[in-house]
């Protein structure tokens, strides 16, 4: 059975972003990006919020157009646009970029989609990794650590009185400082 990954950066000290939703503090280097291409294109699927969608509908679908654009930017325009999608908004109607849209977390949906085959699927944004974990619907988390305090901003995970024990199954380093840490839940592993 296919795993759901929240998969997020944030800061040393919690934060996925600044206060005025900037992100300018990540450092994805070649190293870094090259990384997170090879782990992204053996999904099966990503599922976004509507403001991570945004972010990433705004820039990816052509990324690669751009001739001075790096290799690695090049290859995740591509995987970007032919990974399957779901955004969750309560407002948007229509996606594009092979994108299906739905209005609220349906527990019994998530499973059907994580029982079906394919890749691993990977949950982005703090809002809406919030809702699955409430759910239990998180069965790992992908972490990158980014080496700086931005001191403000929205938190990676907000306050909640649920408690879930994790195994470390992976770490790495990167030669930018960033530090990758894989955890699964204790009852998933």
């Known amino acids: 059975m296919r795993k759901i990954i929240l998969m997020m950066s944030v800061s040393l000290d919690g934060y996925i972003e600044r206060p005025d939703r900037r992100i300018d503090w990540h450092r994805v280097d070649d190293e870094l990006h090259g990384f997170l291409n090879d782990e992204l294109r053996t999904m099966g699927a990503f599922i976004h919020g509507r403001v991570t969608y945004d972010l990433m509908a705004a820039y990816w679908p052509t990324a690669d ?3 001075q654009a790096p290799p690695a930017i090049v ?23 092979n994108t299906t849209v739905r209005h609220e977390v349906d527990p019994a949906e998530v499973r059907a989609m994580k029982a ?22 998180v069965d790992a988390y992908r972490v990158l650590v980014h080496p700086v ?19 470390l199954t992976r770490s790495r380093t990167f030669s930018n400082g960033v530090v990758l840490l894989d955890y699964v839940r204790d009852d998933a592993a």
Do not use: C, N
Request: net charge negative; charged share 25%.
């Open 149 to 167: 305090l931005i001191g403000r901003g929205k938190r990676l995970f907000p306050p909640t009185d649920l408690e879930q024990p994790l195994t």
């Open 116 to 137: 079906g085959p394919g890749g691993d699927i990977v949950v982005g944004g703090a809002d809406l990794g919030a809702a699955f974990r409430e759910h239990g619907l």
């Open 75 to 97: 290859d995740f325009a591509g995987i970007w646009r032919s990974m399957p999608k779901v955004v969750y908004s309560r407002t948007l109607d229509h996606a594009d970029w």
């Open 65 to 67: 157009q751009d001739r």
